[in-house]
Structure formats: C-alpha cells, structure tokens
C-alpha cells in the first residue's frame, strides 16, 4: 500500500468527519485534535473490516462509557441518524442496552444525546413498544428468559438462585435481549463495550465468546472492534480484549467452550 501523503490524509479526515458527525469538520486547533482528524477518523473510520453500523454503535457506547463530552455523543449519534445507519427507534434501544451493560446513569446519558439530536433534526419522536405491556404469567417470564440466555449466550444457563441471577434472568434476557427494536448483532457490539469497561472477567470472556460463536459477530469483525474500541478506551484496556479476541478466536474455531 502506498504511503498517504500528509495533506491527503488530512482531507481524508475532514471529509470522513463531516460524514461521520453529520455537520462541518472543525479545523484541529491543538496536537490532540490532528490526531482524531489524522488517526480516528482518516484512518480508523474508514477501515473496510467493519461495517459504518458496529461503527457506529461501539464509537456512540464508547463515547458514553469513556467520558467523552455530550458534543462528541451528539456528533457520532447526529451522524448515525443523519447516514440513516441507525433509526430514531433503534437507537431509544441501544440506549436501554447500554443501561443494562454500562449502568443506567451511562444509558440515561445516551438517551439524553438521542433527545437533544432528534430536537435538533426536528424528528418525530420515536413509536417503540413499552418493556411490559400486559402481565406476564412468572413461570413463562423465567423461561422465555432462560431460552434467551441459551440463545445469546450459547450455552445453558444455571438456575437463578439469586436475587442477581433472578434479574440477569427474568429481566436482561427475558425482557431486553427479547425485545425486536434492535437486532442481535448490533446489541452484541453495546454489550461488548460494556463488558470490555467493566472490567469483569467472566462476562469480557463469555461475551466475546459469544459473540462468535453465535455467528452475529466474524472474527475479523472483532478484531477491528479492539482497535475501534481502544480509540476511546485507549491502548491499554484494548490490548487486553484484543488478547481475550485471540484466545476466544482460537476456541470457537476448535468448537470449545469459553472456560475451561
């Protein structure tokens, strides 16, 4: 490949800014802001490995988890909506799973970029069903969320002894994973943002597994996510999950499971 010329990549950047964000590029003013310009977004942003949709969820859950300021959310969710990569509905969606994955303080701040876009585009607000709306018989609340669990997790679950396990159960997956809004895939790259920032083994490696295993996500997808995540993240925690990547890459191809 040949080398890019510094004034190509910096038009590169601009142009992939404007078309990621939705508005006009900003001129860098310091070193840190060249490096989004010339890095994040003229090479990082137009990589072919992953497609502009787990782009963009994992840079809008990023954004949340990392501590990036409410512009740059509103930026990369203006830019979702605007690229039509991501309805109005969807994201209301994403926002809920990042709640479950992330904390409901981090999804509160995502449903409040969503709300401060969708009234600068003038938008509709969004038709999305409510999480219940008609009793659920308990019995067929617990199983629906254990044939769930079964289903994204790929593989069986324990029983809920308590009363943590009773919410993964009758609540993550018997109601969020359930719902139709969002498609696993792209529920798949949230999770795996809020897994990767909480630090917590067990789930970094389920999911990831996981995500394989199940098909929504290709290892060379994954892959590009260690790189997209570690532009928010940073290199550090990237280089962890890109080391969990590798092993879980390894084990799904041999047919293993997560453990063990």
Known sequence: MALLQPEERNARGLATEAEVTARPA???????????RDFVFAEVWTRPGL????????AIASAVTCGLEDRQIDDFVRGALTNE????AELREAALHLAVYAGWGNGGMLDRAISR??????????????????????????????????????????????PYLEGINNFVFGEMWCRRGLDEPSRRWITLVGVCESGAEIPIRSHIHAAM??????????????????THAG???????QGVVLEMMDKVAKGLPWHG
């Open 235 to 241: 290199w550090p925690k990237a280089s962890r999950i």
């Open 117 to 162: 876009v969708a009234e600068e585009l003038g938008l509709t607000p969004a038709d999305v069903p409510a999480i219940c709306p008609q009793p659920w018989d308990p019995d067929v609340r617990s199983q629906r969320g254990h044939d769930e669990f079964a289903q994204v997790m790929t593989f069986p679950p324990g029983p809920p002894a308590t």
């Open 51 to 58: 497609p502009r949709r787990p782009r963009f969820l994992v």
């Open 213 to 230: 295993a199940s098909g929504n996500c290709q290892p060379a997808e994954m892959l590009e996510f260690c790189l997209q995540y570690g």
């Open 26 to 36: 900003r001129p860098p003013t310091t070193l840190l802001e060249e490096s989004w």
């Open 85 to 88: 990569t991501l309805t109005l």
